[in-house]
């Protein structure tokens, strides 16, 4: 007796196999594309290792920048490293508590309509190019004060903000309205509701909406070229003055005829793709964890 | 064992001459309620409409709710108990597209007027809900959390026991009062929110389907704890158990939906009296038909 005689699960015109060879192609097709995605990134990061491999040791750390001209010394990033810690962290102080406070206004206390012309607010925000910012800042304050960390800060800030600020929405927005009733319940004023109940079960998630920001803006060159742009020589700390950050650096030596230079701005840009993973990845930790708190509120 | 001795020994009085065949009993026991004029008002409702966006969820409700006693709101789904119950602690200000209109007098005032403080409400009259809410936070400070904004910060120690205490939680928790909240099971976090509800000494206590989410033995305690609490407090309790109803409370009021000519629906109060009156002898054919169980 043939096996295709009667099958239970046959039936006339359902054509199985046909459509079995299409789920198959969908899934290949999907799998190529995921697959690009690493490839590239592969091949970014293995390409930026090679070619800045000459510079990374432990003096692209510790040692400034040499003048140009001087082509026979070699010299580090340092002083961009430092600066770009100096403009990231001044951005950030000036973007996280504003946007967190936004971000409370406008889940927390704000009317419907307000909430939306907010959000939508902070999506045109969001959607405007670096390099207008960059303009705007210049405009605003190198015009009349000249360039500083300061400036360079608050242009990098004007483009964390609303990063800072949706993703903080979202968090506070996953917390269950059944906490805030219980605390509304006992008679607490909604401000003692956000601050001792709401906020302290979206720290995690305020916090990996930061370091996501954090990472978006470390890399960015145009805002800081128009307000942070022309250094001194050597390592600085004062904020004041315009300080070397890595973007910029990268700049400028991929820019120069010599191979040092750039070898440098190679290795500049490797250690700024990989602390940039870091970031990422220790956000993703910190979603997770924060999200696993939330659950478990609501459960 | 014959047909005749399984219906004795499951001892179930058959009476004939009950015109309504309750579908839920109520128990004796309970002392005879004195003349409403006789008791103390607590609250004094007067046409309370209410409406979400265009629509209205509950028309026209008139009743009063009486000290120191459980007053229960029964009703089909959609009927508008809960709105109800919402509004008397202005709970409902919380949802944007929410409107009222009436009175609801408490000891006298109105608390649904515009320039009353929502806050001041809910410091006195306080709220249990349907699923339990407990704080993130440890057993403790879930109590000690309102006592604190509240200024009431005097003998806090004394305060958690005494509420853990009302609330029959004390024994099981009493050993573990720093762990985490979320650890208890379901029953035992809806009575941490008693007792974080009565923590703060309110003068009624709001209570949402409190035991809908809990197994019989939970409910059975809560249940109990409304009686030996109504001493201090005055409940108004929302279920859609109407044995729950009819073990619980002195007063009963049935909610139901009333159907336009547009097909519009909305909310309405349809009886309200003496939790044996509303069982036994409701005075409206529609109470009748949902307490005998033909309808709901």
Known sequence: MSAAEFSPLQRPHDRLRWRRIKNRGMELVAWLAAALAVFILGVVVWSVAKKGASALSLDLFTKSQVPSGFSTATGGLANAFVGTLIVVGLATLMALPLGILIAIYVNEFAPRTIKRFVTLTLDVLAGVPAIVIGIFVFSLIVITHGQSAYAGAFALSVLMLPFVARTTIEVLALVPDSLREAALGVGAPRWRTTLGIVLPQTIGGILTGAVLAVARVAGETAPLLWTCSLAQQGTHWNPSLPLQTIPVAIFELSDQADPTSQALAWAGAFVLIMAILCLSLGARWLATRSRRKIMRASG | ?296
């Open chain 2, 1 to 296: 064992m014959s047909q005749s001795e399984m219906s004795q020994t499951r001892g179930e009085p058959v009476s004939e001459s009950s015109t309504i065949e309750a579908a839920v009993r109520v128990e004796t026991k309970r002392q005879p309620l004195p003349p409403r004029e006789r008791l103390h008002q607590v609250f004094d409702i007067q046409d309370l409409t209410a409406i979400y966006g265009s629509k209205p969820a509950l028309k026209d409700v008139s009743m009063e709710v009486y000290k120191n006693l459980v007053t229960a709101v029964i009703g089909p789904s959609g009927c508008g108990k809960s709105t109800f119950i919402r509004c008397l602690n202005r709970m409902n200000d919380l949802v944007p597209s929410f409107r009222q209109t009436g009175t609801i007098r408490y000891h006298g005032q109105d608390i649904a007027a515009k320039d009353v403080d929502p806050v001041a409400v809910r410091r006195t009259i306080g709220m249990v809900f349907q699923r339990p809410n407990p704080f993130p936070k440890s057993i403790q400070d879930n109590v000690t959390w309102g006592l604190k904004v509240l200024g009431m910060k005097d003998n806090l120690s004394e305060r958690v026991e005494r509420a853990l205490t009302q609330a029959a939680l004390w024994d099981e928790v009493k050993d573990r009062l720093k762990a985490s909240a979320l650890g208890l099971s379901g029953g035992q976090q809806q009575r941490l929110c008693i007792a974080r509800a009565i923590a703060v000494e309110p003068d009624v206590v709001l209570m949402d389907e409190p035991a809908s989410a809990l197994d019989p033995i939970a409910t059975q305690k809560i249940e109990q704890l409304l009686h030996e609490l109504k001493q201090e407090y005055t409940f108004v309790i929302v279920t859609h158990n109407m044995q729950q109803a009819a073990r619980v409370a002195d007063m009963t009021a049935f909610f139901s939906i009333s159907r336009g000519e547009e097909g519009e629906r909305w909310g309405e109060l349809i009886e309200y009296d003496e939790t044996e009156k509303i069982f036994t002898a409701p005075s409206d054919k529609r109470t009748e038909d949902y307490v005998t169980g033909r309808f709901g």
